[in-house]
């Protein structure tokens, strides 16, 4: 049964009681409040008709990609690693949002769902914060993309286009290493398609993801302009105040790097490699940054020097404040002053533990393995214990 909405009264009835194809409702309207509220409890709008009324489904089953299932095929793996696509993210979200509604799809006309009304509607909800686009580039022209709603530790994909093949997939494979980097559950992919089947994500029972959403919790959201690099840093040091140095060094890290989004409990740790007097306080934290990997570098070893650090090629020995490179997206990349990912991160239980706090389904780009996986296999028995 069909539900019609009252268009001054927010709500929606019961997902379950969608139609067997999943129309649940009529009506209502597309300001943020009836978008955000269909969202957090699994329903979204398919189209609206002639007099701007818009539909709202909640398909049985749904598609779904955990972050942890992702396996992109070895061509896309290629086509990745060759840098021939530059991948940006929340730089022109409506031009996504026109190129989505002006490509011809199979069995579908011109426009196909993405009317004038609903190209409004997102762009708010973007300029609000909750909706984004992964955008690819080549030989700097807009050639791929992708736009959805993120609430809560989930996105839910809307639509995505290409004029050159692969550059949604790229948009797509940058989408999903956000999603892990950040400790999101799952991608909701909402139709199924065999090509979101061979990249790892299954049909699940209305049933079961609504159980799924069940989980939401609105404190997790990542509202704002999401930017076009992500970070893994590990800060830490054994000399001084510990706990008011990884503070300064949040402070400075949030100001001259980007938006610290992401940050795991802080943890003891046994010196590694030497002995000291005094045990370290480490702590993992995500960045997003628009600087490029040698220029966080750059500012890393800035905030060191002014939190007291003397490098002098002593080795491994104490010091008052260290910020380590994790990982840089999921990008592979050596230079006389960097390595990412950090070549010796796998051994070190003290980078993996909180690692495996915040960001357990993110895949290491070189040994393939979830940052749980390489937890589990550690066989560094250095003690690590939660500190705050």
Not at 50 to 63: K, N
Not at 147 to 175: I, N, P, Q, T
Not at 282 to 311: C, F, P, W, Y
């Amino acid at each position: 049964m069909a539900y019609l909405l009252d268009r001054y009264d927010v709500g929606f009835p019961d997902p379950r009681l969608s139609e067997p194809d999943g129309f649940l409702a009529k009506g209502g309207g597309l300001e943020p409040e009836w978008l955000l509220n269909a969202y957090f409890m699994g329903i979204f709008p398919w189209y609206d008709d002639e007099t701007g009324a818009p539909y709202w489904y909640s398909l049985d089953p749904r598609m779904v990609l955990m972050t942890e299932d992702f396996r992109p095929s070895k061509s896309l793996r290629r086509t990745l690693q060759s840098g021939r696509f530059e991948v940006r993210v929340d730089t022109c979200f409506r031009e996504v949002m026109e190129l989505c509604a002006s490509v011809e799809r199979p069995g579908q006309s011109l426009g196909s769902w993405i009317s004038q009304n609903f190209m409004e509607a997102y762009c708010r909800l973007h300029e609000l914060g909750f909706a984004h686009s992964f955008e690819t580039f080549e030989d700097g022209r807009l050639v791929g993309g992708l736009y959805g709603v993120s609430l809560c530790d989930w996105f839910s994909g809307e639509s995505m286009f290409h004029l050159v093949r692969d550059a949604s997939k790229v948009a797509f494979a940058r989408m999903v290493e956000f999603a892990q980097l950040h400790g999101f559950r799952f991608i909701d992919a909402q139709q199924p398609t065999p090509h979101l089947a061979s990249l790892g994500a299954k049909p699940t029972p209305r049933e079961l993801f609504l159980k799924m959403m069940e989980e939401n919790d609105l404190q997790k959201t990542y509202r704002g302009r999401w930017r076009n690099n992500t970070v893994v840093l590990l800060i830490g040091g054994n000399e001084g105040d510990r706990m008011s140095l990884l503070v300064r060094a949040m402070i400075e890290i949030g100001k001259r790097i980007g938006m610290v989004s992401l940050l795991s409990s802080v943890y003891e740790t046994e010196p590694w490699g030497f002995d000291a007097s005094q045990n370290f306080l480490n702590q993992a934290i995500v960045v997003d940054t628009d600087l490029s990997a040698e220029e966080v570098l750059t500012q890393a070893l800035e905030i060191e020097k002014e939190l007291g650090r003397q490098r002098n090629g002593e080795g491994y020995a104490s010091r008052p404040m260290d910020i380590d490179l994790i990982f840089f997206n999921s990008e592979v990349m050596y230079s006389e002053r960097l390595t990412i990912p950090h070549p010796r991160m796998d051994k070190r239980r003290f980078v993996l533990e909180p690692l495996a706090e915040i960001i357990p389904n993110f895949l290491h780009p070189k040994l393939k393995k979830t940052v749980r996986e390489l937890l589990e296999e550690c066989a560094d028995t250095g003690a690590v214990k939660r500190f705050f």
